[in-house]
């Protein structure tokens, strides 16, 4: 008996020993945990308690239990999504909710399939957490009950604030930021109101061929459009639906309009709008030219004109210098010429003095010369002169005695005379000028007179 009580006690011991280590194993897997990032742990104690987790790493709980939900959930509407909600809380999930592109109605009755993402964040807080998971138990009733009926209340609530020809005209970003603006701090309320504007352009009827262009008006100049306008308040700001998961602390992060498809016909309508747009930018560009042609042929005239008019300008200012110059070289000339004639006249001035005083002089000195010689001769009675003009006759009269033609045989008379031309005969000549020569020296020659 004592040795198999020996036998027992070790294999009682060894029993003891695995069902203690049983025991621990299925304690740890009821009560040890591990956090993983980015989630928020929901934890229920054995006796009652709730406890908020978010720190990283193991965590132990007695018999605790726990379900996690993540920091932040994403509302996608992207082509391949669905609308079930699977693997809400799953780690490799890659979206929360991925729902497919939503159907919106735009202001003027103009469908779109819209792709948009909404970014959420659930507090961290243990009052506000717990607010939360009491409220709505797990995240995929958060997501089911409040986030995506907000996400597809607010994208459907904003299309129908513009029209989508405002949309595609330009307004694509305060679409967005005003999908944004509402998706944070609530849907505008608005009312729709139809008014009427007057038309931009004058309406012509085409009734009458005859009438060509001139056609008469038709119909009126106004025109039905419906505007949405916000409601305000008494202080002037706009009315809102606040969104009812902002009271449980879930904040939103981002919320972004990425896609937007109209319906096929108001896609043909923009084709045609856009062909029409195209084709008067064309026109315009045409007409721009066309223009642009004439202001150049304006242009080309006008330089024309002008580059004549100033050719003309310059040979205006040519000839007008040029003149200018004849006239004050002929101003000059003249000026030189009647200063030259007053130096001139000055000079013949002078001159007509000097030959003056010259004649004076010399008119002087005739008479003192003409005085001396009449006191010669009237010292003489011209004796000098007298001789010299007798002198000169004598010579005049033997030059010529000398140059007489005498005939080689001369015959005389009979009377025993002496002939004619014969020396004697000059001789005798001769002596009668000597005698009258005599005689006039005799005389008194007045030269007084």
């Not at 669905?82 to 009755?109: G, K």
């Not at 002037?236 to 896609?259: H, N």
């Not at 003009?389 to 000398?402: G, L, P, T």
């Amino acid at each position: 008996m004592l040795e198999k009580a020996k036998k027992i006690l070790p294999l009682k011991g060894v029993a003891g020993l695995v069902v203690g280590a049983l025991t621990l194993i299925i304690i740890a897997q009821k009560s040890i945990f591990y956090a993983e990032p980015g989630y928020v742990y929901h934890v229920r104690t054995l006796m009652g308690n709730e406890e908020v987790v978010s720190d990283v790493g193991y965590q132990f709980y007695l018999f605790g239990r726990w379900n996690s939900w993540k920091r932040a959930l994403t509302v996608q509407a992207v082509r391949g999504g669905s609308e079930t909600l699977d693997y809400v809380e799953v780690e490799s999930s890659e979206t929360s909710a991925a729902l497919p592109p939503q159907n919106i109605m735009f202001l003027d009755q103009v469908d779109a399939n819209a792709q948009a993402t909404v970014r959420f964040t659930i507090p961290t807080d243990k009052e506000s957490f717990l607010h939360l998971a009491h409220e709505y138990r797990t995240p995929e009733n958060l997501l089911r009950t409040a986030l995506i009926p907000a996400f597809k209340e607010t994208l459907q609530a904003n299309a129908s604030l513009m029209s989508a020809e405002e949309y595609y005209s330009g307004g694509r970003t305060e679409f967005n930021t005003e999908f944004e603006n509402q998706m944070i701090n609530g849907i505008y309320i608005v009312r729709r109101e139809e008014v009427s504007e007057k038309r931009v352009g004058e309406i012509k009827g085409s009734a009458n061929v005859a009438m060509g262009a001139e056609q008469q008006d038709y119909g009126d100049d106004s025109k039905v459009v419906f505007v949405v306008r916000k409601m305000v308040d008494e202080a002037g700001i706009p009315l809102r639906k606040s969104q009812r998961f902002i009271d449980y602390g879930v904040t939103v992060v981002e919320a972004r309009v990425t896609q937007m498809d109209p319906n096929q016909r108001f896609v043909e309508r923009m084709q045609l709008k856009q062909k029409a747009s195209a084709d008067r930018a064309i026109a315009r560009e045409q007409r721009v030219q066309e223009e642009e042609q004439r202001l150049l042929a304006i242009a080309r005239g006008e330089r024309e004109v002008a580059e004549r008019q100033a050719k003309a300008k310059v040979d205006q200012i040519q000839r007008t210098t040029e003149a200018e110059t004849e006239k004050q070289l002929a101003i000059t000339q003249a000026e030189k010429q009647k200063e030259q004639s007053e130096i001139e006249k000055e000079t013949a001035q002078i001159q007509l003095e000097k030959a003056r005083i010259e004649a004076e002089t010399r008119r002087t000195l005739a008479d003192a010369e003409a005085y001396q010689k009449k006191a010669v001769l009237q010292a003489d009675n011209a004796l000098a002169q007298k001789l010299d003009a007798e002198i000169e006759i004598q010579k005049i009269w033997a030059q010529a005695f000398a140059n007489r033609k005498v005939p080689q045989y001369v015959f005389g008379g009979g009377d025993g005379g002496t002939p004619t031309g014969s020396d004697g005969e000059t001789r005798a000549f001769m002596q009668m000028l000597t005698l009258d020569a005599a005689k006039r020296l005799s005389y008194d020659r007045d030269v007084k007179k």
